[in-house]
Nanobody
Framework: QVRLVESGGGLVQAGGSLNVSCVAS????????MGWFRQAPGKEREFVAA????????YYADSVKGRFTISRDNAKIAVYLRMSSLKPEDTAVYYC?????????????????WGQGTQVTVSS
């Protein structure tokens, strides 16, 4: 059974930092593009960041560029998102996802595996 499990969400004040993690199981994801998406209440799921299978290429939404960093550890089958200088508008459920498509897509349609999400809340 293929699973992606996120962890590390929580409540943080504006300007603070938070790390979220995603661990995969059920098959190797070492050749997959991994991505992070988020969905705020009443809004569509939106692209946050993606990383190539080697980790050599990263992609970010303009809204998080310079504040968020995506990384991966293929030995641990894990992908991470370090978030800093957080803003209240970053509040959302954060999902990790895996894709076989190269280059990475910013549309959720390009990802075949999804985690259950972890809540990130940024207070003002």
């Amino acid at each position: 059974q293929v699973r992606l499990v996120e962890s590390g969400g929580g409540l943080v004040q504006a300007g603070g930092s938070l790390n979220v993690s995603c661990v995969a199981s059920g098959r190797t994801f070492s050749t997959d593009t991994m991505g992070w998406f988020r969905q705020a209440p009443g809004k569509e799921r939106e692209f946050v960041a993606a990383i190539s299978w080697s980790g050599g290429s990263t992609y970010y939404a303009d809204s998080v560029k310079g504040r968020f960093t995506i990384s991966r550890d293929n030995a641990k089958i894990a992908v991470y998102l370090r978030m800093s200088s957080l803003k209240p508008e970053d509040t959302a459920v954060y999902y990790c996802a895996a894709s076989l498509l190269v280059p990475p897509r910013s549309s959720p349609d390009g990802y075949g595996y999804w985690g259950q999400g972890t809540q990130v809340t940024v207070s003002s």
